[in-house]
Each structure stands twice: as C-alpha cells, then as structure tokens.
C-alpha cells in the first residue's frame, strides 16, 4: 500500500470528484482524477490504482441509474467502444499520453465550437457515433479519459437527463470490467495498488452518494451545462497538458 501523505492529499479529492460523476453529476468529472493523482504517482499507477475503484463506483452507479438506460443507444455505441478497448491495449505503453491528451482534448473543442459557434454546420452520420465511441473505448482504456468522446456522442441527442446519465453509467460499467484483462495481463493490478484501491473505497462511495443526491435535485438544464462546462475545461486542459509535454 502506498504510505505517502501527499498522495492521498490529491488521490482523496480526485476518487471523490469521479464518484460524484459516476452519481451522475458531470460524468466527465473523473478526467481530473488520473492528473490530480499523477502528481505523486506515474500517470500509469494512478489508472491502475483507479480502475478496481471505478469498477466498485461503477456497480454503485448501476444500483440507482441501470433502469435509465437507453439500450439503442447502447447497442450502437458498445461494439465499437470494445474495438476501441482491444487498440488500446495493443498501443498500451508505446503510445504516450501527451498524445492521447492532444488527441481528446482538441476533439472536445472541435465539438464545442461546433455546437456553440457554427450551429448551422452539424455532421450527423453512424460513423460520427461509431468513431467517437471506438476513441471513448481507447482513451478511457489509456487515461480513464473515454468521457469527453462519450459525451460528444450523446450530448447532441438531448436524451432527458435519466437516460444520458443512464446511458453513460452502463456504458462505462461494461467497459471498466472489460479494461480489467488488459490491465491485468500487464501486471498493473498488483497487492500495492490494490490495497492503495482498498484503502479509498470510502471515498468513492461518498463521492457516488454525494453525486446521485445531487443530481436528483437539479434540474435537466442545469446537468447539460455542467457537463459542457467539464468538458469545455477538461478538453483545455488536456490540450494544454499535451502541448507542454511534446
């Protein structure tokens, strides 16, 4: 397990931060986490640490938001997003994270500017939703950062608030367990992260409860500008994380 005092300084807030997203506020909320994390560990134990966390968040979130699925969506979006799993694992340690950063990041603005600037300008096509879904199965097998992709998919859709978070939870359910074997069969869920994992169980439950009683009493509107507002912030910073690091 891991001793280092400043560690849980940043691993605390950032397991809290995901578990809120997971509740359903802000589902791109756990982007902060792997850099929050990352400044006392490398980027790649801090996505180890996380992932057996995300899974017990996850089986948390589908208690409360399984119901509200939209399985159409689902069955569309998952065939890809494994595909997107399977590149990633094949990538896994060649493919830096600078990289990944850039990629997303400049997705996320593309998408923004999109939506908010040039609205008479809309690509609506499968193939949209197929390849966002494929690079939300890569980067979140990555970085844990498939959430930005995710929600460039589905936020155009205007599902009611129940089934954009129902959705996302089961999305991200299957494909956290699924991220499992790769991760595994590379040696990073070892008795030092997952006892560190252990020792944060706590928080992430808090973080899951505190989301899920905050999404029940804000309104639709509100949770689509929250989660644009991540994004917007999110995509800046992995932008800029990614320049910086080239």
Known sequence: MITDLWFYVAAIPAVFFYGMGKGGVG???????VPLMAMSVSPVQAAAILLPLLCGMDLM??????????????????PFAILGVMSAAYFMGSLSTSVVELIIGGLALVFLTQKFLLKQVQFS????????????????????????PASMHLLPKNLPKEQLIGTSVVFFTVLNFIKLIPYSYMGLIDMQNLMTSLVLVPIAFLGVRA?????????????YKISYSVLFLT?????????TAL
């Open 235 to 243: 995509g800046t910073k992995m932008l800029y994380s990614g320049l």
């Open 27 to 33: 589902g791109i909320l756990g982007m902060l986490s």
């Open 125 to 148: 096509h499968p193939i949209k939703g197929y390849a966002l879904s494929m690079l939300s199965g890569f980067s979140s097998t990555i970085a844990h950062a498939g959430g930005p």
């Open 61 to 78: 979130a589908l208690f409360y938001h399984r119901k509200n699925c939209n399985y159409v969506e689902l069955k569309s979006m998952m």
């Open 211 to 223: 989301g899920v009683w905050m999404v029940n009493i804000i309104s639709q509107e509100l949770i």
